[in-house]
Nanobody, 123 residues
Framework: VQLVESGGGEVQPGGSLRLSCVLS????????IGWFRQVPGKEREAVSY????????YYGDSVKGRFTISRDDAKSTSYLLMNNLKPEDTGVYYC?????????????????WGQGTQVTVSS
């Protein structure tokens, strides 16, 4: 299984980006998908999650109301739409897939990880 993220870049505060995560090598609809981010000097944190069963979602407190996760099983792709970006959203964003995710925030529940895409929010 391979995960490839794209869509990162540099944006001004208040701007938007849409990240994509494409899964190959297995059936995408087998997997719940999580998005995490790594900020320099801090632990990697869970940003969002979407179930493969009922498309239920989770959002971290810092992104609620600004980020929207979605999935398109026909395209084997998950999206993370990020609006009203803030400088503190800067970091490397990773998508992850796990067959059985009990706790969306727990990294060990995910077997497969992408290489990450850099998001920089700066004026």
């Amino acid at each position: 299984v391979q995960l490839v993220e794209s869509g990162g870049g540099e944006v001004q505060p208040g701007g938007s980006l849409r990240l994509s995560c494409v899964l190959s090598g297995d059936h995408f609809d087998y997997y719940p998908i999580g998005w995490f981010r790594q900020v320099p000097g801090k632990e990697r944190e869970a940003v969002s999650y979407i179930s493969n069963q009922d498309s239920s979602t989770y959002y971290g407190d810092s992104v609620k109301g600004r980020f929207t996760i979605s999935r398109d099983d026909a395209k084997s792709t998950s999206y993370l739409l990020m609006n009203n970006l803030k400088p503190e959203d800067t970091g490397v964003y990773y998508c992850a897939a796990g067959i059985l995710v009990i706790d969306p925030k727990r990294e060990n529940d995910y077997e497969h990880w992408g290489q990450g895409t850099q998001v920089t929010v700066s004026s």
